[in-house]
């Protein structure tokens, strides 16, 4: 089984600056991408960024793009989200996926197979 765990979630003033951890644990196994999506308050779960373990594709949606770097330490097994220059409409519940194995879309919640528990991220305007 696999454990995903973030951290650095909270509370920020708008204008103001997190970054999100998301460490892989347990079984071994090839790793695709991993990604970070957000879920506000009735709302559905939407992709952020995402990243494929060689690096060789990145996605940010529109709404983060020039804001948040999304990248990743595979010795550590963890990817990180950088956000910087946050609005409150960037407040909402982080969960990081993981992808195991086969070629997809990584800006697609549905393609991946494990996820952590969340995150929370509050901006204050």
């Known amino acids: 089984q696999v454990q995903l765990v973030e951290s650095g979630g909270g509370l920020v003033q708008a204008g103001g600056s997190l970054r999100l951890s998301c460490a892989r644990s347990?079984?071994?196994?090839?790793?695709?991408?991993m990604g970070w999506f957000r879920q506000a308050p009735g709302k559905g779960r939407e992709v952020v960024a995402a990243i494929t373990w060689t690096g060789d594709k990145t996605y940010y949606a529109d709404s983060v793009k020039g804001r948040f770097t999304i990248s990743r330490d595979n010795a550590k097994n963890t990817v990180y989200l950088q956000m910087n220059s946050l609005k409150p409409e960037d407040t909402a519940v982080y969960y990081c996926g993981l992808r195991s194995r086969g070629i997809a879309t990584i800006s697609q919640a549905g393609n991946y197979d494990y996820w952590g528990q969340g995150t929370q991220v509050t901006v204050s305007s």
């Open positions: 347990g079984r071994t196994f090839s790793t695709y991408a």
